[in-house]
């Protein structure tokens, strides 16, 4: 008898301690839905409303398991990175973005499961503007970058959504930004809109473009949409919504990509972005990962890194206008077709003049390419002969001429012509 009542008295005190905290309007789906599912007989379980502006205590021994929709747990999140407590998170109709980065499972069976199963992970907080980032800011237009329902949706909705985003185009602008990185690595271009997301799960396409990156890495990273081109814009729309698996292969070519811990976006004027859905407006952005701020019960669908190492800072600006293409781009419309700026085909101009010059290597395959021609001519051998036509390099001077030509370039085409003539 006495030891029954020890043993029941040891499993008591050996209850782990659990607050679960959720909003006054949700106090009847606690009581009816999540209530009779927790383990009574390993939780001593304490209930809390939540109450915006509050500030909580809780012990460190406790569990805190939040039922709250994204802005309440926004607030919640600010305070579990002060007081380091393990918070653990239920899928709540109104907490899409969190359920989304933080990997939480929509099912609450599920989630439930991982919380009692998994261990607590240091997981990184992304800020903007001081202000922390579930899912993905938006800034400007971004298209079918947006994390929405674009892949899953009815072939008839992505025509609709297909339509209106074509007849959204002629009222798009590019928008100057100046992006600097934790580095100083200054990037002055313009885009239509910046996706910027703690890790790679949180976009459609941020997937391919960052498929090893975890929420634990210390590092954010954005995607900025810059077409050239009315015909590159739709091409991209039309591919995206009715050709997943051809879009799923190809990166569009006019998307820039920055890796980096810290990150601050700068525009000439006020421009709206999405903080989760949330719209807002404003003419400087700052973004900053804080490394391993929450000591957080992760969701089986959450990658999380292997080891802590120093992660690189990554600047892909290839894609985007710079100079005056980013000038150009934003005094006029979208153009139909893309025209190139002077900048883009510096190399090319380079290229041509040297392969309009009779250098020895020229000089050399022309001799090679007649003997092997004049053989072929003896011998009777069309091969021979299409053989020495592959080996003379007459294409290059060729090429020069046309590009002179085009371009009226009066010192292009004679060293061109030279070139054609001793050849």
Sequence with gaps: MVEDLLSKLDSITDKRRVVLIFSAEDEQEVQDQILPKLPEQQWEIELSNFQAAQQYQFADDQLVISYLNDECLRDLMLQAREQEWTIGLLPHPGMKHARYGFGIAANLDDALSDIMNNDASQLDLLLCNQRPVFNSVIVGQTFTLVPGE???????????????????????????????TQKEKVVE???????AVEHGRSSVLSRRFMPDSNANDGMLHALVLAPRSVFEMLRFLFASLFMRNIWSRNNPPFIGFIKSSQLKLETSKPIKYNHDEMVSEAEQLEFNVERRAVRLIPGRLLALAESGGEQKEIVRTQALPLGKARNELISYPLPWMHHAAPEEFKDLFMMMRESAKATPAYLTLMVLSTLLAAFGLFANSIPVVIGAMILAPLMGPIISMSLGTLRQDDSLMLESGKSIAIG
């Design 150 to 180: 674009a892949m899953v949706e009815p072939f008839w909705a992505r025509v609709r959504r297909f339509w209106r985003l074509m007849r959204s185009l002629k009222e798009v602008r590019f928008t100057p930004f100046t992006i600097t």
């Design 189 to 195: 271009t313009a885009a239509f809109g910046i996706v």
